[in-house]
């Protein structure tokens, strides 16, 4: 099982919509998890951080389930704007942290 | 303030020559990080500073990858003898310190093409 995995997409979606995706990881003591979002050609950018409680920014609710491993990022009403890869990101402490990124799910949000 | 910067923007090469890429980190960021992103993959870790020390060099594919950083400042990123597997963007990030919720700041990256 690869340490990080997100379904690669793209994920086509209708302005407006809701939209969600999931990321699992394979080390049950990660600890640290975040979602990067990445434009076309561009550098990544933190989109949030995600704490065990799950939190929400505006539109982005981010939430992580330890028990099965996974952290999702949910959007709401949809913009146009969102249309970008998603990465998740998990943090391993100790001796050496490993900090893992996925290789990301696209979306699309359609007109 | 100033991000992330990497120079130079974009580098084409010939097969077997040396390269080296330059990472600027945001001043006061004692973590440096080096990613490598081929078309349409995600990001692949190289290597990681902190500090002047580079306690993971896991991620370098091959001896022909160095990478140093000095005066907890500028790093380069050295590819001996390219080939043309290594054409990809390589991204630099830097973040306060390594550790948990440290958000890590990356640059625009170098665009590398390998002829």
């Known amino acids: 099982r690869k340490e990080v995995e997100q379904d690669p997409g793209p ?3 209708p302005e407006g919509a809701t939209v969600a995706f999931n990321c699992t990881y394979s080390n049950s003591a990660s600890q640290s998890f975040f979602w990067y979002r990445q434009d076309c050609r561009k550098e990544p950018k933190l989109l949030m951080s995600v704490y065990s409680s799950g939190n929400e920014d505006g539109r982005f609710t981010a939430q992580l389930n330890r028990a099965s491993q996974y ?3 949910l959007i709401r009403d949809s ?14 402490a100790g001796r050496d942290d490993k900090i893992i990124f996925g290789k990301g799910t696209r979306l699309h949000i359609l007109p | 303030g100033a991000g ?3 120079s130079p923007s974009n580098k ?11 990472c600027d980190p945001i001043s006061g960021h004692t973590a440096l990080y080096w990613y490598r992103q081929r078309l349409g993959q995600g990001l692949e870790f190289l290597i990681y500073f902190q500090g002047n020390s580079a ?4 991620g370098l594919p091959s001896d ?4 140093e950083r000095t005066g ?3 790093s380069t990123l050295t590819i001996q003898r390219t080939q043309q597997e290594d054409s990809a963007v390589y991204l630099c990030a830097s973040s306060l310190t390594r550790g948990t919720y440290n958000e890590q700041f990356f640059g625009p990256g170098t665009r590398l093409t390998v002829l």
């Open chain 1, 79 to 92: 913009k146009l704007s969102d249309s970008a890869t998603y990465l998740c990101v998990v943090l391993t």
């Open chain 2, 4 to 6: 992330v910067s990497q």
């Open chain 2, 55 to 58: 306690p993971d060099k896991s």
């Open chain 1, 11 to 13: 994920f086509n979606v």
């Open chain 2, 12 to 22: 084409v090469t010939e097969k077997g020559k040396d390269v080296e890429l330059r």
């Open chain 2, 72 to 74: 907890e400042s500028v």
């Open chain 1, 71 to 73: 952290i999702s990022l």
């Open chain 2, 64 to 67: 022909r990858f160095s990478a």
